[in-house]
T-cell receptor, first 115, second 114 residues
Framework: AQKVTQAQTEISVVEKEDVTLDCVYE???????LFWYKQPPSGELVFLIR??????QNEISGRYSWNFQKSTSSFNFTITASQVVDSAVYFC????????????FGAGTRLAVHP | DTGVTQSPTHLIKTRGQQVTLRCSPI?????VSWYQQVLGQGPQFIFQ???????GRGNFPDRFSARQFPNYSSELNVNALLLGDSALYLC?????????????FGPGTRLLVL
């Protein structure tokens, strides 16, 4: 079965705190792709990052970093020095490919950053 | 570059009615996917179209249908609306033709069924 679990429903932090959003996935595929999207109150899903299963190198982009660990089937997302503009719902997703591409999303984690 | 556009932004319908939602992909993208996002949940895959052909369908009833036009825009139709169809409907576009592609989403259409 293909599944994405985001156990944290809501996280509340004060500005400048670091915060990590957890994502655990399940798949039997040996090749797969993982994504993170951000959904601000406007509703649009904003693409943040894509990783493939054969590249476990962690990535840093500005205040964002991602930790991909196949051994634990996790793809966690950390925001350093959080800002109020980071407040949004964050979704982790698994790409299922079999003639077409389908994203399987987790339930999302709502992040509230307070000044 | 213009991103994915969707219309209308909001819609209110009553049970039993029919609705048509529209999506225009990013210029140069040939594939369109539709997702339904019920409040408090992650998006659920409905359809994917590429070159006017349905490539994939999620676990949705036949009341849901879609099509893609020669200019790669797409429509999602829902017949015999139920209260449970109230959701944010998201359209995503991707280049199309490739095996693994990033999907870029539009702002969505918020449908409320009364």
């Amino acid at each position: 079965a293909q599944k994405v679990t985001q156990a944290q429903t809501e996280i509340s932090v004060v500005e400048k705190e670091d915060v990590t959003l957890d994502c655990v996935y399940e798949t039997r595929d040996t090749t797969y792709y993982l994504f993170w999207y951000k959904q601000p109150p406007s509703g649009e899903l904003v693409f943040l990052i894509r990783r493939n299963s054969f590249d476990e190198q962690n990535e840093i982009s500005g205040r964002y970093s991602w930790n991909f660990q196949k051994s634990t089937s996790s793809f966690n997302f950390t925001i350093t020095a959080s800002q109020v503009v980071d407040s949004a719902v964050y979704f982790c997703a698994l790409l299922v490919s079999g003639g077409y591409n389908k994203l399987i999303f987790g339930a999302g984690t709502r992040l509230a950053v307070h000044p | 570059d213009t991103g994915v556009t969707q219309s209308p932004t909001h819609l209110i319908k009553t049970r039993g009615q029919q609705v048509t939602l529209r999506c225009s992909p990013i210029s140069g993208h040939k594939s369109v996917s539709w997702y339904q996002q019920v409040l408090g949940q992650g998006p659920q895959f409905i359809f994917q179209y590429y070159e006017k052909e349905e490539r994939g369908r999620g676990n949705f009833p036949d009341r849901f249908s879609a099509r893609q036009f020669p200019n790669y825009s797409s429509e999602l139709n829902v017949n015999a609306l139920l209260l449970g169809d109230s959701a944010l409907y998201l359209c995503a576009s991707s280049l199309g033709g490739g095996q693994i592609e990033t999907q870029y989403f539009g702002p969505g259409t918020r449908l409320l069924v009364l």
